[in-house]
């Protein structure tokens, strides 16, 4: 019984030192290893995932935008902030 507390110990004194310095080099290399994955991955060369995506999006992007136009602009500056504004809504125009 008194031969596994040193064990424990020194395992457990080596496990934290390793854990330790995989979060230091974790902080210091891992956004070098993301820009190097996206920067290998961004280009639309013949053959990749990437350019296949782009030619065939498995999403329909749709954009609605609406517009908002003020009707009661002038009383409400001269109300100094004591009217509420009017808005009348245009919208949505919806580009795919």
Do not use: H
Request: aromatic share 12%; proline share 6%.
């Amino acid at each position: 019984m008194l031969l596994k507390r040193p064990i424990l110990t020194t395992a457990a004194i080596v496990s934290g030192f390793l854990l330790i310095l995989a979060g230091i080099l974790c902080m210091l290399f891992f956004q070098s290893l993301v820009d190097i994955v996206i920067a290998s991955r961004l280009p639309l060369k013949e053959g990749t995932d990437t350019l296949e995506l782009w030619r065939k999006p498995p999403a329909t992007p749709i954009l609605r935008v609406y517009f908002f136009n003020v009707t009661n602009a002038d009383e409400f500056l001269k109300s100094n902030g004591t009217i509420k504004l009017v808005l009348q809504e245009f919208g949505p125009y919806t580009y795919r």
